[in-house]
């Protein structure tokens, strides 16, 4: 039980924080810059929300990992062994940069309407680092040497451009979700989607360069953890068939990323200038709700694979 509670809270966490640095991230390459998004996005709230939540997820994560590593009940802890994981080891150390960058977060957050330029920045390196903190509770930290540098800089950059992937994901979906249509929101939702349509164009960019990291990162990380020689074996044990799940995933979400930009979006595009972006609107909403889902289970799996052993390390 305790082991599906510890891969249950490492989801929701990589599923936060992965927020955490791609909702700001957004603001900064968006059209009109933090200001834009705020006016359309409940940027204040979203980000608090989560920066709060990964505070509780974090607490409840080393707890779960410090019972597991002590043999004692959640609810019954070794506190001097607890004193000793949270000062002494690389989990307390990963776990206390976490911490600080989430205040720093939740610091940065009252100058979003006043400095929202800066306040983006100091948001979106907060939330890299948090995110980042997770590579050294997976298995991208188990290497030694230059090797292991090279793994860990992999799982690290593979984080970052999955968290900029879904972070974009969670925006362009609130942007386009529906409203109340009154009189007083109509020219606001207009606007809303005029600026999803815009940032879709330019997200094809960062897009690109999102997908290629996450090949690039990934195959780094295979060769690390699964190897060459275990590649055709990788059905017979329940890490490869998670990871051959990941996979074929990943590539529904590509397929669905070239339907939104090649498709999609010029749609919504064309229906924005005939003033009737409804019927686009929701093509475009449906696809971005399974992208996200998608996205969502692939996090579990990944979270999931991080507590199993991989091929190279049997």
Known sequence: MNDVALVAVRWALYVDLGLLFG????????????????????????????????????????????????????????????AELFNGTSMGTALKARLVALLVLLLSIPFYRRQSGPAFIASTLAGAVALATLAWSGHGAAGEGEAGWLQLGADLIHLLAAGAWVGALAAFLALVLPRLAT??????????????????RGFSLVGTIIVALL????????????????IASLGQSTYGLLLIAKLLLFAGMLGLAALNRYRLTPALAQAIEEEDAPRAQALLRA??????GLAIVILGLVAWLGTLSPPMSM
């Not at 997820?57 to 609810?75: D, V």
């Not at 009189?183 to 879709?200: F, H, P």
């Not at 090949?215 to 275990?230: K, Q």
């Not at 696809?287 to 996200?292: A, D, I, P």
């Open 287 to 292: 696809s971005l709700v399974v992208e996200g």
């Open 23 to 82: 909702l700001p991230l957004f603001a900064l390459y968006a059209p009109g810059g933090g200001r834009m998004v705020q006016r359309h996005l409940p940027m204040v709230a979203m980000v608090a929300g989560l920066a709060c939540l990964a505070l509780l997820l974090s607490a409840l994560g080393f707890a779960l990992q410090a019972a597991a590593m002590t043999g004692l009940p959640l609810t019954q802890p070794d506190l001097s062994m607890v």
């Open 183 to 200: 009189d007083d929101l109509a020219a606001q939702d207009m606007d809303r989607v005029t600026l999803a349509e815009e940032a879709l």
């Open 215 to 230: 090949i690039l990162t990934g195959t780094v990380n295979g060769w690390f953890l699964v190897g060459p020689g275990n």
